[in-house]
């Protein structure tokens, strides 16, 4: 609220790839799109990028959708674990629900343009490249299986908060640290040619990466959620 005047936020969700060596079985599912291998890795952090939840295990090639869809971040929001009014923040590669809001594809003059302005100022990129500037490894490729390689992004997460926690200071920021996902969708300020052109390839790759029986996300905010499957729950790390 401090910080964007947006009520109820608890957090600002995000992805992240991590290289890896190639793997020597399914191979072909740890190609990203920028053509790596890697660990997609869901990651959610606080205002302070104290890191409140980490999803480290699934192949590069893995849509964040998919991955949000399968997370048990969504059944603890789904089945009122955590309270009503309570929001995660997320770009608009994420669908929209209740709890979890997205920006403004055409903002509208007024309420909605601020909106996105105070959206905008909770972008988690920082938080993600805090954690890559204190563990170089992550910047890198790791040369280990996908299973180790996983351990190791979740033991660096868990370091990153106790980091946090004993007030150790950050490393110092050199140009290139920051994280350089591609994963964000749009810029909320790009002239309104360039946020359709973007809306269009977003709408394309959930077309390209939809599961059957998943329905189509709405991107609005306010839009209703499509069908849910069941799925499991996953550790979650506070």
């Not at 996983?150 to 926690?165: E, F, G």
């Amino acid at each position: 609220m401090a910080i964007a005047g947006l009520p109820g936020v608890v957090g600002v969700i995000d992805g992240t790839h991590v290289r890896i060596i190639a793997p020597s079985e399914d191979e072909h599912a740890y190609v990203n799109r920028k053509k790596i291998h890697s660990i997609n890795t869901q990651i959610v952090f606080d205002a302070s990028y104290t890191i409140l939840d980490i999803v480290a295990k699934w192949p590069g090639a893995t849509h964040d959708l998919w991955i949000l869809q399968e997370s048990g971040l969504r059944l603890l929001f789904e089945s009122h674990h955590v309270p009503a009014g309570c929001h995660l923040l997320g770009d608009s590669g994420n669908p929209c629900r209740t709890w979890l809001l997205t920006p403004y594809i055409h903002p509208q003059p007024g309420p909605q343009l601020n909106y996105n302005r105070g959206h905008k100022k909770s972008v988690v990129e920082r938080g993600n490249g805090q954690m890559k500037r204190r563990f170089h490894v992550l910047h890198g490729e790791i040369r280990l299986t996908p299973e180790k390689a996983s351990r190791i992004i979740t033991v660096c997460a868990i370091l990153h908060n106790l980091c946090k926690q004993q007030n150790i200071p950050q490393p110092e920021e050199n140009e290139g640290d920051d994280d350089d996902d591609d994963d964000n969708d749009d810029d909320v300020d790009a002239a309104a040619d360039e946020e359709m052109l973007m809306e269009q390839n977003h709408h394309q790759r959930l077309q390209d990466w939809q599961e059957p029986g998943l329905e189509k996300e709405q991107q609005e905010p306010g839009g209703q959620e499509g069908g849910e499957q069941e799925h499991h729950h996953d550790c979650q790390m506070k």
